[in-house]
């Protein structure tokens, strides 16, 4: 019985030291990449050193060079490590969930990226919680706060499920190797029709940015409703609340914190932003960033503008159209034009740069959000201020030009080229002028015509339509309520708007053109209050085009209809000006 007991305590000592050796040698085996794959996560966000690979740098630099418009492109922090079989899950702080499946996650401030290529469409991953992937592109990098986006579709296995939880943003080129997140908890995408996406802050208040808070049009919330949520720090978040001053549409106005009580100037704290709405103690999801109070420039509230007159419109996969519109209107007296790029992947940046390099002025903003159109114009109030960049702003689309019928004498005993110019009122408290438009149908054009649109649409509708805007930006109302490119003046401070008749100022407005370019331009109305053409909704609505439903089914007669006047007058003001009109090639 001894002899039995003996031995088994053999046994179990030479198991446990077999497993004590197993141990050790397989812990100094994984060392190695243990700390290699934890690199991505743990890497010092203190060091100051930022490395920027090759390829990562091409891709960054592809956003737009804003001459100080947007930052720089920040350069992320990679490691050197050989990332030929490894798999890296980049730290995302937010993902919202865009129309038609889209996801747009933004990296976390300061994250590193691994040394791959961001222009690479094999390299970037979503990965979702029941393990299905979908490619992730790199997007932009946001301005103002400078993080990087991606964007990739949500897989219809996805799409089924109750609650889309945020995917991860994994960076690999072994496929296979990406962890299993079926059981691990993630937070729910963010809707891109409830949150907070932008801030800006002035001299004197934050203005927010946020859309179903006011859901529709002319219903907005009350000031008394709503407060604005400062909140920093970690673990259980601190918060410092201020008023709502002002809420109308997606702007919302609110005093600045107490920079006290916001602890800054201690440390590199990143302040979010948000709404709350006090009856359901609900706070807005946001992806907003607050900026502390801007410091005042020397003599700025007695500089005058830089430019008399700019251009601001949104703009989508507008590259073949912008050179024409943008020669057009620099001759006939625009000095600036402002464009908020809505998110473009198409030849944008090559025309913009192109135009750049033969002397136009033209400044961009990313503003990626969707149907925010009004809010975007709004900014562009704030942004011009701020800049000291412009006295009166004409907000006019891409296919709308702007003359003056008077125009057909010049040559006649006139010398003077015609300007823009002389529409800007000599009465000081005309704070907007309004111009009629006349919309142009496709005029027999199967195709978008070489020559350019005011050469190749000349047939329009006869009765004129609604009207665009030129206002002066200190007439501007503080609460920034706009439609159809009209603001609302600050009419307590004296200021009135006017319309113009159409014997002094017209807006061609090329509204319905060749079947393929009109489908593409409304597939994205980018109005926050304009009905998706596609939804079997509102279909009377005067923003819908007339007879045409709710497909994108071309008509059989659609290449001849809304003609109704043959209309050449923009047609012969071109040729005789500018003389072979080709849009499409370098002008000097």
Not at 143 to 155: D, E, G, K, L, S
Not at 269 to 279: C, D, F, K, M, P
Not at 384 to 409: H, L
Not at 555 to 573: G, H, I, M, N, Q
Request: with cysteine.
């Amino acid at each position: 019985m001894r002899r039995r007991s003996t031995r088994a305590t053999g046994t179990f000592l030479l198991c446990l030291l077999f497993i004590l050796l197993f141990s050790i040698f397989s812990l100094h085996l994984s060392r190695n990449a243990i700390s290699s794959s934890s690199l991505h996560l743990n890497l010092n966000l203190d060091n100051r050193h930022h490395l920027l690979h090759h390829s990562n740098k091409r891709a960054l630099l592809n956003n737009f060079d804003n001459d100080g418009l947007l930052p720089h492109p920040i350069a992320h922090r990679v490691s050197s490590i050989n990332v030929s079989s490894l798999s890296f899950s980049v730290s995302v702080s937010e993902s919202v969930l865009l129309p038609d499946w889209e996801i747009l996650l933004i990296v976390s401030p300061n994250t590193p990226l691994p040394p791959l290529p961001l222009d690479r469409d094999d390299n970037y991953h979503c990965l979702f919680r029941n393990n299905q992937r979908s490619p992730a592109k790199f997007f932009a990098v946001l301005p103002f706060t400078n993080r990087t986006t991606f964007r990739c579709v949500m897989p219809e296995s996805v799409r089924r499920r109750r609650i889309f939880s945020q995917p991860n943003l994994v960076a690999s080129s072994s496929y296979n190797e990406s962890p299993d997140l079926s059981s691990s908890p993630a937070p729910e995408l963010l809707r891109w029709n409830f949150f907070v996406y932008e801030s800006f802050s002035t001299d004197d208040d934050v203005v927010l940015f946020a859309k179903g808070v006011n859901s529709r049009q002319g219903n907005d919330r009350s000031p008394n409703e709503l407060r604005c949520v400062f909140s920093f720090g970690d673990g259980i978040r601190n918060t410092v609340k201020t008023t709502v001053t002002s809420s109308v549409q997606e702007v919302f106005r609110c005093p600045h914190p107490d920079p006290l009580e916001l602890g800054l100037g201690q440390g590199p704290e990143r302040i979010t932003v948000s709404l709350e709405i006090i009856a359901g103690n609900l706070l807005v999801p946001s992806v907003a960033y607050y900026t502390p109070r801007p410091n005042k420039k020397p003599n700025s509230l007695h500089a005058q503008p830089k430019y008399q007159i700019c251009a601001c419109t949104m703009v989508y996969n507008v590259a073949k159209f912008l050179r024409e519109w943008v020669m057009y209107h620099s001759k006939v007296g625009i000095d600036n034009f402002l464009l908020y790029d809505n998110g473009s992947d198409d030849d944008l940046k090559k025309v913009i740069n192109e135009l750049r390099g033969e002397g136009y002025n033209i400044s961009v903003l990313l503003w990626i959000w969707p149907k925010t159109q009004e809010a975007g114009f709004s900014h562009s109030v704030l942004y011009s201020k701020s800049q000291g960049m412009c006295k009166w702003i004409m907000y006019v689309d891409v296919d709308e030009f702007v003359f003056s019928p008077s125009w057909g004498n010049i040559g006649k005993g006139h010398e003077k080229f015609p300007s823009l110019k002389s529409m800007v009122p000599r009465e000081k408290h005309v704070g907007q002028v309004s111009v009629n438009c006349l919309e142009f149908g496709p005029s027999s054009q199967k195709v978008h015509p070489l020559e350019g649109v005011t050469q190749g649409y000349t047939c329009r509708r006869k009765v004129e339509q609604r009207h665009k805007s030129m206002v002066l930006v200190d007439a501007v109302n503080p609460s920034l309520w706009n439609v159809i490119h009209h603001f609302m003046v600050n009419d307590k401070a004296g200021f009135v708007s006017i319309q113009l008749g159409l014997d002094k100022w017209v807006v061609n407005h090329y509204k319905y053109q060749a079947w393929d370019e009109f489908k593409n331009k409304f597939r994205r109305r980018v109005s926050a209050y304009v009905v998706d053409w596609r939804q079997n909704v509102n279909l009377n609505s005067k923003d819908r085009t007339p007879g045409l439903g709710h497909e994108a089914i071309e008509p059989e007669d659609w290449a001849t209809k809304f003609c109704e006047v043959r209309d050449e007058r923009l047609k012969s003001f071109t040729q005789k000006w500018f003389g072979s009109f080709r849009p499409n090639h370098t002008h000097a």
